[in-house]
């Protein structure tokens, strides 16, 4: 018996072309929207935005499959018609959360394995043309190729992503599910990011139009981004804050760099909180936890140093000019250097 995509698929995963085919099939008109039973479906869509956008909170909730592919769809439109780079951003990062975790589960759960051979093949290999493959010897883990990998790791700044820290096999590098999740978080990121650019937009049901407006107000302080001043920060700092001013993801690392020297030149809390006001996943009550944990006000009382010159070249952070002149730690930028000792 052959396995398809069932609906089940298509409620946890609207992006997959299956999904577009079934609102093509139904000869679905975007007009249908002002019909009052679809109201649900445009309060649903403005709810995922309110969460993802004014609390920074994924919106996991799975409904039936002609629910979540209209959601979806009315929430990639309201996005378009928003038209803000922000609000954009922090959609296609919750979307690809959203989708994550489903993934992850079905990988860990599905006990049947054809079933979960057609997900990789569908969702890994038809859209981002990566191979995935089942370990033969233990179903939750995954195996994809070394150069497979090594294009998507090397993105990652965390050491346990680097090749000499993996399992590596015959070629394979192997994986479990969430790590091989995690390998295509960018890109299912940018898959929503280039469905929402690549939109056009005929007249907007009123319906839809009215709810535009509404959220535009609602939602405008969370989305207009703040310009951080750059000044003679050493060149990691400057190049973390100009992807901050573009409202980029900063990895885990970045931004631990980031709090950590804004601490060190004495930046006050509510000061660096404001730092991380564009993030896509910006949360002030998570954002403030974690720079109090760093600076040294919540848990075991460490404050945390800047990370070494050392650490950050691992990490690919450091963008070292001549001016950095050979020191050890970002703190030392610009500070006088100690001259060196003539040699007798
Ligand atoms: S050398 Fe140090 S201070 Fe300069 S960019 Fe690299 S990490 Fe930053």
């Given at each position: 018996?052959?396995i ?15 999904a577009?085919?079934y ?8 007009q249908?929207?002002n019909?009052?039973?679809m ?11 309110e ?10 909730r799975?409904?039936?499959?002609e629910?979540?592919i ?13 038209g803000?780079?922000?609000v954009l951003?922090k959609?296609s ?14 990988l860990i759960?599905?006990?049947?394995e ?15 043309k990566?191979n995935?493959e ?9 195996k ?10 090397s ?5 346990e992503?680097?090749?000499?820290n ?8 192997y994986?479990?599910a969430d790590?091989?999740v995690?390998l ?9 990011y ?8 005929s ?6 139009k009215?709810?535009?407006?509404e ?6 302080p969370?989305?207009?981004?703040q310009?951080y ?8 700092i ?8 573009k ?11 980031l709090?950590?020297f804004?601490?060190?030149?004495g ?10 006001h ?8 998570v ?13 075991s ?13 691992n ?12 020191i050890?730690?970002p703190?030392?930028f ?11």
């Amino acid at each position: 018996m052959s396995i398809r995509i069932g609906t089940g698929d298509l409620a946890k995963y609207p992006f997959l072309n299956e999904a577009s085919d079934y609102v093509r099939e139904t000869h679905f008109d975007i007009q249908e929207f002002n019909r009052p039973e679809m109201k649900h479906i445009i309060d649903r869509a403005a709810h995922r935005l309110e969460r993802e956008v004014a609390k920074g909170l994924p919106d996991e909730r799975l409904d039936r499959y002609e629910i979540e592919i209209l959601t979806f769809l009315v929430t990639l439109i309201i996005v378009k018609s928003i038209g803000t780079e922000g609000v954009l951003r922090k959609h296609s990062l919750f979307e690809a959360r959203r989708a994550e975790k489903f993934l992850s589960e079905d990988l860990i759960r599905e006990k049947n394995e054809q079933k979960k051979r057609l997900i990789l093949s569908t969702v890994f290999r038809e859209l981002f043309k990566v191979n995935v493959e089942v370990s033969e010897n233990n179903s939750q883990l995954f195996k994809v190729k070394i150069t497979d990998y090594l294009m998507r790791a090397s993105h990652f700044h965390e050491q346990e992503w680097k090749l000499i820290n993996r399992l590596v096999y015959n070629g394979f590098v192997y994986l479990d599910a969430d790590e091989t999740v995690r390998l295509i978080r960018s890109e299912l990121g940018q898959l929503i990011y280039d469905k929402v650019k690549s939109m056009t937009l005929s007249t907007l049901p009123q319906a839809i139009k009215t709810k535009v407006d509404e959220l535009k107000v609602q939602l405008a302080p969370h989305y207009q981004y703040q310009k951080y001043k750059i000044q003679e920060y050493p060149p990691c700092i400057k190049h973390a804050l100009e992807g901050m001013n573009k409202g980029e993801n900063l990895s885990h690392s970045a931004r631990l760099m980031l709090a950590t020297f804004a601490l060190a030149i004495g930046k006050s809390i509510e000061e660096i909180i404001t730092l991380f006001h564009n993030a896509p996943d910006y949360n002030e009550k998570v954002t403030r936890y974690q720079i109090e944990h760093l600076a040294g006000l919540r848990g075991s009382g460490t404050k945390y140093s800047v990370p070494s010159c050392q650490k950050l070249l691992n990490q690919n952070l450091c963008f070292a000019t001549e001016q950095c002149n050979g020191i050890t730690n970002p703190i030392q930028f610009g500070k006088p250097t100690t001259p060196k000792k003539e040699s007798a």
